[in-house]
């Protein structure tokens, strides 16, 4: 992704750089056919002139971006579309953000390389946008890290980042409810399906590094299992990709060992609609052989056979507060600027909410003894 | 909503409309003093200088915005977002969107008058879009046929509005595929759940006007009925409103009726999941008692108890196709600008494309006879 720059434009004028920055700038200190000429150059190259869009008229276009960096929204395996937890997010905060007057862009970014960090900066630079929300699925994005050290306004949802602005759910606390509920209801054999190793680690300490939401719901559950008593067993994680399909490998998998679970807890809903369907084609009765635990309580949830039993985030609370956060930045940083703040100063003051979790329980695991 | 015009800045500036447009267009020609009041003015009232924005750059910002009319895409009953339909075209209009190098907004339009049409206007006018994919409930929105008149381009999506560019899905023969296939698998009593009242107009005629989807589906199942000689029974046909709840709802009403139905066409998934768990919940036997048919055939149609028989549409085929007609009408009018070409000339030119749909045959349908 190689930019054109105002050298560019001045090759192609036959002017020197200076010129062309004083047409942006200041058209009226420069003679009309010179103008005339730069002008012709930059219609030519299809130049935009971000620094002249910038500081000719300083207008907010009320945007936001949501990016997502190595990842995708969309289901590459098939040309079907599919309801996941990131569309559901982009929809929430795209309604946050018509609440609060904003239009919101989204945009996936498959690397956290210079060319991402360009064309995200370049977003800015040219007025398209005047804050970013991050989705990331590890701490450290060195593409959020710059552009926040730069001081672009910048929130990271969804991933504890200690370095940024975020806004979090209490993914390990879920996963010591989960395994406390399903063991008071009699399941003494408790399985997991996490993410896959992009978004989890295999082999990460608990004590070790930021957590991924996978990650720190694998966390709560080995909290889980030592508070209730109970040895975790390697065989009895699988490894997932979140998708149905997964779920339904995942159970069948669990379903065929020489000790099998008597409950499996997903890391999200669509894995857990996907082991419903593993255990109902199987003939293994839910909840009453195999208890089902997903994550993300969508609303499809009411409606599975049976329905099914998942924890909630206060994702509507979450997009708002994000987006709140966002604009509060934003706006510290238009102060700021008119007011030559120091931004050192600013960054210190970093905004971190974790938002609680509660589990829905309904048919897919047995009632409390 | 009021828009801001350059009379209200020269009302707050003091000077006169003409000395407004003359700032915004040819600040060079206007006294530093004046200048300097006229954008006092701007800056207090947040007036976004549409004219001048686009007429000092041309500059494409390569974004197209997808804009709903009379709907909205957040399930407003709940703070839990789901997986519909028109999510599933966005998210298809974003990737082809991306594919060519765009940015798809997403807007929201609850109704059809002046300040939504000025609304839009202004995106075009302010640079901010260089076309839209319209999502209508009804042909002749006056929005949609006003901005095509003025010469932006606009493409509308699943609706065969006459009067527009326009991609839409064959409905209708859609409709009567149904209903053979269920008379062929031995259903002899034939139930509908169509769309809520917004989107389907009751007591419309096969022949009168343009039909929505909902309509057409409508249409293609009493085509269908005629075709295997069955009398429509309005008794069997419900009203739901494409979501989950309703179709459990209009499952559960279609059961209890003296004269059971022994198959229900939902048109859409959602309601025909929500059909699903309401004939569990019954203990009606799916498809053994009542063959269940849905529409939009959703990546979740695989693991529903039991699989679901639903209407494919090429949605990624139909998005690309709208994306690619939307990018040519924006060429043609650089080139008509470009070229001072007549306007009405291109008009004549309307690219209606109607896409075939097919029957995804599943467990939820009996076997053919």
């Known amino acids: 992704m190689s930019r054109l720059t105002i050298k560019d434009v001045a090759k192609a004028a036959g002017v020197s750089f200076q010129t062309v920055s004083l047409v942006l700038n200041h058209p009226e200190k420069v003679a009309p056919r010179t103008r005339e000429l730069v ?10 002139p971000n620094v002249a869009a910038r500081s000719l ?15 995708s929204s969309y289901d590459e395996r098939s040309e079907r579309t599919q309801d996941t937890h990131y569309h559901n997010v982009v929809q ?12 919101l862009l989204q945009r996936n970014l498959m690397r956290e390389d210079e060319a991402s960090l360009v064309y995200v900066r370049d977003l800015f630079l040219a007025g398209r946008i005047d804050g970013m929300i991050a989705m990331v699925n590890r701490a450290g994005n060195p593409v959020v890290s710059e552009l926040h050290r730069l001081g672009y306004p ?14 979090v759910q209490s993914d390990r606390q879920a996963g010591l ?19 896959p190793q992009k978004d989890h680690q295999p082999g990460k300490s608990r004590e070790q590094g930021v957590p991924t939401s996978s990650e720190a719901r694998y966390f709560g559950y080995l909290d889980g ?27 069948a998998q669990l379903c065929h060992q020489a000790e099998r679970p008597d409950a499996i807890f997903l890391g999200n809903d669509r894995m857990a609609l996907g082991a419903l ?14 208890s089902v635990v997903g994550f993300d309580n969508m609303r499809y949830d009411d409606f599975s056979i049976p329905s099914l039993t998942s924890v909630d985030a206060p994702m509507l609370e979450m997009c708002e507060f994000a987006v709140k956060l966002l604009l509060e930045r934003i706006e510290q940083r238009q102060e700021q600027r008119s007011q030559s703040a120091d931004p050192a100063a600013a960054q210190a003051a970093l905004v971190q909410k ?14 409390v003894m």
């Open 154 to 167: 910048c929130v990271v949802y969804g991933m504890a980042d200690p370095a940024c602005h975020h806004v």
């Open 177 to 195: 409810a989960v395994v406390e509920h399903l063991y008071r209801s009699g399941c003494r054999r408790i399985a997991l399906v996490t993410g």
């Open 57 to 71: 008229r300083n207008i907010s276009t009320r945007t936001l971006a949501c990016v997502m960096f190595n990842g």
């Open 277 to 290: 369907k593993a255990l109902y084609d199987l003939g293994v009765k839910v909840p009453h052989e195999i």
């Open 225 to 251: 299992l030592e508070k209730c008593g109970l040895t975790p067993r390697p065989e009895w994680v699988v490894t997932g990709d979140w998708s149905l399909e997964s779920g339904y490998r995942a159970a």
């Open 354 to 367: 974790m938002f609680s979790t509660h589990l829905v329980i309904r048919d897919s695991t047995r009632p």
């Open 92 to 103: 929430t905060l795209t309604r946050a953000a018509d609440r609060a007057g904003y239009t």
């Open 39 to 48: 002008q012709a150059a930059i219609d030519a190259l299809n130049f935009i």
